[in-house]
T-cell receptor, first 114, second 119 residues
Framework: GQNIDQPTEMTATEGAIVQINCTYQTSGFNGLFWYQQHAGEAPTFLSYNVLDGLEEKGRFSSFLSRSKGYSYLLLKELQMKDSASYLCAVRDVNEADSWGKLQFGAGTQVVVTP | EPEVTQTPSHQVTQMGQEVILRCVPISNHLYFYWYRQILGQKVEFLVSFYNNEISEKSEIFDDQFSVERPDGSNFTLKIRSTKLEDSAMYFC?????????????????FGPGTRLTVL
């Protein structure tokens, strides 16, 4: 099974930077994903890490440390439209022939204020 | 940009009735998935499907659930006898089964969801 922990809510002002942490405990691991989810909508893919280090994609960056079971999503130059829930998900591969399924954390609600 | 589509967007049904939720995955994708999200809770994996058979399923996916790819484009989730606790948003996802150097580098893309309300 998986434990995937992330803070429930974070608040930041427009133009600022916010870092959302995610820790995980897994029996199998084959990548960590970040998705954005606006209320009542589908999760939208943001980033993916399978090796240690930082992946940068425009205003969003994601970091992974496999030895620490830790990832973060960094949102820079926050905009009002970034107000959403950010979901940390681990690809769980726990059988030899398994392609893997996503196990999600509960999500971090980011509130961007003017 | 290709998208996963789902119909209907909202389904209301009586307890004990059968429902079929429909999805059209992205056309060149090979893996298909169903997830659900009960209001205020996390997204939960139900089932994955590859090469016309179930690849993996969770404990939630019991005998009341089934999946089918009836033709070359649709992927369906059937709940035979709905319960109140089946009320949730159901998301279909698909992925192209991408690998790099033998490693799984696949990414799942989600549809807009079907909100199922069981009364």
């Amino acid at each position: 099974g998986q434990n995937i922990d992330q803070p429930t809510e974070m608040t930041a002002t427009e133009g600022a930077i916010v870092q959302i942490n995610c820790t995980y405990q897994t029996s199998g691991f084959n990548g960590l994903f970040w998705y954005q989810q606006h209320a009542g909508e589908a999760p939208t893919f943001l980033s993916y890490n399978v090796l240690d280090g930082l992946e940068e994609k425009g205003r969003f960056s994601s970091f992974l440390s496999r030895s620490k079971g830790y990832s973060y999503l960094l949102l820079k130059e926050l905009q009002m439209k970034d107000s959403a829930s950010y979901l940390c998900a681990v690809r769980d591969v726990n059988e030899a022939d398994s392609w893997g399924k996503l196990q999600f954390g509960a999500g971090t609600q980011v509130v961007v204020t003017p | 940009e290709p998208e996963v589509t789902q119909t209907p967007s909202h389904q209301v049904t009586q307890m004990g009735q059968e429902v079929i939720l429909r999805c059209v995955p992205i056309s060149n994708h090979l893996y298909f998935y169903w997830y659900r999200q009960i209001l205020g809770q996390k997204v939960e994996f139900l089932v994955s499907f590859y090469n016309n058979e179930i690849s993996e399923k969770s404990e939630i996916f019991d005998d009341q659930f089934s999946v089918e790819r009836p033709d070359g484009s649709n992927f369906t989730l059937k709940i035979r006898s709905t319960k109140l606790e089946d009320s949730a948003m159901y998301f279909c996802a698909s992925s192209e089964a991408r690998t790099s150097g033998g490693a799984n580098t696949d990414t799942q893309y989600f549809g807009p969801g079907t909100r199922l309300t069981v009364l």
